[in-house]
């Protein structure tokens, strides 16, 4: 699904990222592009139209051009658009407070109906309802078996009636769930190969009936642009409140996903990518449009360039404690690694012997949290530069801390035996890096 039109969308901006500047023919040409990537998906060519004015107007403004990335920027209006189309916001399937809840699909024959009605009742069954299915589809031949099948793979009740009157059978199965305690009856209706006059007054006649709640358009996503001719008949005479787009794990090219909230107005609710009853996924528009434009590996290139950062910044910090330029930042970032270390105590003691030697004496733990209230009374010059911390400096701190000046000496010292340790130990720490980068 998509598959074609995001090769084609993705080629397009990776043409663009290129370039550094974006000039108005730059646009232009992307723009044509991008219409005849549509209308080859197939999707409706009012709505390729409208699609490819509005991104246009939008990546032509002169902050788009002018940015300092224009090519991301043109791209995050294209996802901006394209999920617009989609339906910009999720729209959730929510059930009225009436019980039993009634839900009615509609649709042509082959759409996926029958299987969508198990679908959605596996789905509201796992969210903790009792659902109820309706076989109303008394025209295609097995549909109510078919239903009964998969109701009895999924445990939920199937109401059958007569088979032979549609209306009868759903106002039946409104009865039976109340009977049987089910707060949801998803009634089955029968399609046809094409919009027809019987269908249309069949479905109006069991919409007058038993009044839903709610009426999903179940769609097949391999309907190109057709699907608005389709839509547009359900919706005049019908009407109805979402769609659920089946057969999404085909190679469709995805025109009638793309054209059907722009030419109805209807969101699409669920899109159903597996003949499975559970494969029934609340649809969201700006996921998908992340999608068809290969947001993923984008997103995973950001990711991976964000880590060869850190990997550059970690070097120049392990250079420079390397080089023993330690300062009393690096002492407050070991003092917190201490601690979540769980201490010094569990630090201690986790070296050889180091259990003996806490039964000895007493470990100071609070001597931590002073280190670090008198690091932060020093200016951000002093803790880069140790060395400036002449008496006088070291007198303010100390106030400043509402310590003892001797601790702040205390403090001094340790700091400075630590990074004669570090000195001695370089050379072994350099030698081990030499040794693992020949390897
Ligand atoms: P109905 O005539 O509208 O009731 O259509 P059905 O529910 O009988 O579906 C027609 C065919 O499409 C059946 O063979 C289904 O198994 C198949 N089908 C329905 N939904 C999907 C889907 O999401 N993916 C795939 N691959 N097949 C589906």
Same mark, same amino acid.
């Given at each position: ?45 009012? &709505? *390729?139209? @409208? ?94 078996? @078919? ?10 009740? *199937? ?24 707060? &949801? ?28 709640? @709610? $009426? ?27 769609? $659920? ?17 722009? &030419?109805?107005?209807?969101? $699409? ?135 003892? *000046?001797?601790? &702040? ?31």
């Amino acid at each position: 699904m998509f598959d074609n039109l995001s090769d084609r969308l993705q080629g397009i901006f990776s043409g663009l990222r290129g370039k550094g500047r974006l000039t108005e023919d730059d646009i232009n040409s992307a723009m044509r592009e991008v219409r005849m990537a549509m209308l080859e998906a197939d999707v409706n060519f009012k &709505v *390729v139209k @409208q699609f490819v004015a509005r991104t246009k107007e939008r990546c032509l403004d002169a902050e788009v051009l002018d940015s300092l990335s224009p090519t991301q920027n043109v791209i995050k209006i294209v996802t901006d658009e394209l999920t617009e189309l989609l339906g910009r916001t999720d729209s959730k399937l929510v059930l009225s407070s009436r019980i039993p809840n009634v839900i009615m699909l509609v649709g042509l024959q082959g759409s996926g109906k029958t299987t969508a009605a198990a679908k959605l009742a596996y789905r509201l069954k796992a969210e903790g309802h009792s659902p109820l299915l309706a076989a109303c589809d008394v025209y295609r031949p097995a549909a109510a078996d @078919q239903l009964e099948t998969l109701g009895n793979e999924i445990g939920v009740r *199937v109401f059958r009636g007569d088979g032979k009157d549609p209306v009868a059978i759903a106002e039946g199965g409104i009865k039976d769930a109340i009977a049987n305690l089910r707060d &949801v009856v998803i009634v089955d209706t029968a399609g046809r190969l094409h919009v027809d006059e019987q269908m249309m007054e069949e479905a109006q006649a069991i919409k007058r009936a038993v009044k839903p709640d @709610q $009426i999903l358009m179940v769609v097949d996503a391999m309907t190109g642009q057709d699907v608005v001719n389709v839509a547009a008949a359900f919706a005049e005479r019908v009407d109805f409140d979402g769609v $659920i787009m089946s057969k999404m794990d085909g190679d469709a090219r995805g025109g009638g996903a793309l054209s059907i909230r722009e &030419v109805t107005g209807k969101p $699409i609710k669920f899109i159903s990518a597996g003949e499975k009853p559970d494969s029934l996924e609340e649809f969201h528009p700006d996921r998908m449009a992340r999608r068809i434009l290969g947001m993923g590996d984008m997103l995973s290139l950001i990711e991976s360039a964000v880590k060869v950062q850190q990997e550059e910044e970690e070097k120049a910090e392990t250079e420079r404690l390397m080089k023993s330029q330690l300062n009393l930042n690096d002492f407050i970032t070991m003092n917190r690694q201490i601690r979540k270390m769980g201490g010094v105590s569990k630090l201690i003691a986790a070296l050889p012997g180091g259990e003996k030697a806490l039964g000895q004496g007493q470990v100071d733990e609070g001597a931590l949290d002073r280190m670090e209230v008198i690091i932060n009374s020093m200016t951000k010059a002093e803790r880069e530069k140790p060395e400036l911390l002449n008496g006088s400096r070291r007198a303010r701190i100390a106030a400043g801390a509402g310590v003892h *000046v001797s601790e &702040v000496n205390q403090l001094m010292k340790k700091f400075n035996e630590t990074k004669k340790m570090m000195k001695k130990m370089m050379p072994a720490v350099e030698d081990m890096g030499n040794k693992k980068g020949k390897k």
